[in-house]
């Protein structure tokens, strides 16, 4: 039997603390561990992008990560995204705008969305749908999410 490690892993600015199995995937050391059932697990590949999350300021797939490579790092989820009584308005603009259905895929598109418009805060609506290509919709079509996150990136910029 493969031994566990210790994992100190900060999460939305939050310190934690969990053993993990050698084989244990962050996606879920977050949801089965830490009780953070946001961020979604699809594929178990990587192909879906819904259990995105930032690792030290990077998108990754975090069904692709193991747990004990978070270990000392930090990981932003789909529940820091929004304040105490404010959604970010990425969410709330996914929320006017009908950018979400059943909901299993919004967290991760959320979280990527927050990426690009971090690193580009005035996207094209190509560059949107190419920066998200790498999250699976089945119950939308894109086009609601699309517009969703080009009416977010333009209230973001105050315009």
Same mark, same amino acid.
């Given at each position: 039997m493969a031994k566990k490690a210790h994992v100190t892993v900060t999460v939305n600015g939050d310190e934690y603390e969990a053993l993990c199995e050698p084989g244990q995937t962050l996606v879920d050391l977050l949801r089965n561990e830490l009780e953070l059932t946001g961020t979604k697990e699809g594929c178990s590949t990587g192909d879906c992008g819904a259990c995105s999350v930032m690792l030290d300021g990077k998108l990754v797939?975090?069904? !692709?990560?193991? +747990?004990?490579?978070?270990?000392? @790092?930090?990981? *932003?989820?789909? $529940?820091?995204?929004?304040?105490?009584?404010?959604?970010?308005?990425?969410?709330?603009?996914f929320l006017e705008l009908n950018g979400l259905q059943c909901g299993i895929?919004?967290?991760?598109? !959320?979280?990527? +969305?927050?990426?690009?418009?971090? @690193?580009?805060? *005035?996207?094209? $609506?190509?560059?949107?749908?190419?920066?998200?290509?790498?999250?699976?919709?089945r119950c939308t079509g894109y086009d609601k999410i699309i517009r969703s996150v080009m009416a977010a990136a333009e209230e973001m910029r105050g315009a």
């Open positions: 797939c975090s069904c !692709l990560v193991l +747990a004990m490579e978070a270990d000392g @790092r930090s990981v *932003d989820t789909i $529940e820091g995204m929004a304040t105490e009584n404010n959604l970010h308005p990425l969410q709330r603009n895929c919004t967290p991760g598109i !959320l979280i990527a +969305a927050r990426a690009l418009l971090e @690193r580009n805060p *005035d996207p094209t $609506e190509t560059e949107i749908r190419y920066w998200l290509a790498g999250n699976l919709c």
